[in-house]
């Protein structure tokens, strides 16, 4: 038996002569990205836009581990075969971002990229290092998910994560976003994703460098990584390091002025008209 595909739901034109996929982040779903990209659609009506449930996120439930970023490509290629496409531009938001860099990596390996395929990448607010300290001592990402794993399930009413979440000092607009994530069974509310396998996941992402696709991507391939200015995820290293590339390169990193983390909350608009003209180029 096959293994399962992931869920994704497509946004625009199905006859649309360009595809572009969103990626959440850890602990989100497809579905974060849904009003953002019909913003974007509505700018460009001849792109269509795929948004995917990554593994053990959504309802992409019960797919095989090891639950890496690796394995997260290996799923996008396999929806790849089955939707017909390889996508031209994949924008991939914090977890999200590092296997968007990890599908091109293996895009390159298999002569996938270039024109006619995978054509660019917005990284958003995700470093493309290995994390150099224990993640452990990451200050929301893992410490959200040994919250959210000490909350007794199913719960009555979404709002009681709100009081949960605060309570322990995480922000308000965190807590209502994470009730967002919660479905209903037949005993109450429950989590949209595997806490177990996300753990699995977050600790691949810190472990996993991917320069090498920022540095030197493949012919045809252009990479914009995009960092939000009120994010702290960012190190003198890091940021160096893209100083360093040059200027008329195939790699570029912009700052999103005024954003948090969620740049796709704190900043859609600015997003949207900074990612924008990369579709109309392909027109």
């Known amino acids: 038996m096959s293994a399962p595909l992931l869920a994704f739901r497509t946004l625009g034109p199905d006859d649309a002569p360009h595809t572009v996929w969103f990626l959440h982040g850890i602990l989100g779903s497809g579905n974060n990205w849904r009003s953002f990209a019909r913003r974007l659609l509505d700018d460009h009506p001849d792109w269509r836009a795929v948004l995917i449930d990554l593994r053990n996120h959504g309802d992409s439930q019960g797919l095989p581990g090891p639950h890496t970023l690796a394995a997260c490509a290996e799923d996008l290629w396999a929806l790849s075969a089955e939707l017909g496409h390889t996508p031209q531009v994949v924008v991939g938001h914090s977890f ?70 605060t309570g322990q000092g995480f922000s308000a607009d965190l807590a209502h976003w994470m009730t967002t994530n919660l479905r209903r069974d037949a005993d109450g509310y429950v989590w949209r994703f595997d806490l177990d396998a996300a753990r699995e996941m977050i600790a691949d992402y810190f472990a996993q460098d991917l320069w090498d696709v920022v540095e030197d991507p493949a012919d045809g391939l252009r990479v914009d990584v995009v960092r939000a200015e009120r994010s702290d995820r960012w190190s003198d290293a890091e940021l160096a390091r893209f100083a360093a590339l040059p200027d008329d390169g195939p790699s570029r990193l912009h700052l999103l002025a005024d954003s948090g983390h969620w740049v796709h909350v704190d900043q859609p608009d600015a997003l949207r008209h900074l990612i924008g003209p990369s579709l109309a180029d392909r027109r």
């Open 96 to 165: 999200g971002g590092k296997v968007a860099l990890t599908f091109a990596r293996s895009a390159a390996v298999l002569g996938q990229a270039g024109p006619g395929a995978l054509q660019q990448l917005w990284v958003l607010d995700a470093f493309p290092s290995a994390w150099p300290h224990d993640p452990d001592d990451d200050p929301e990402v893992v410490s959200v998910i040994g919250a959210l794993a000490a909350i007794p399930l199913p719960l009555d009413r979404r709002e009681q994560v709100v009081g949960i979440l």
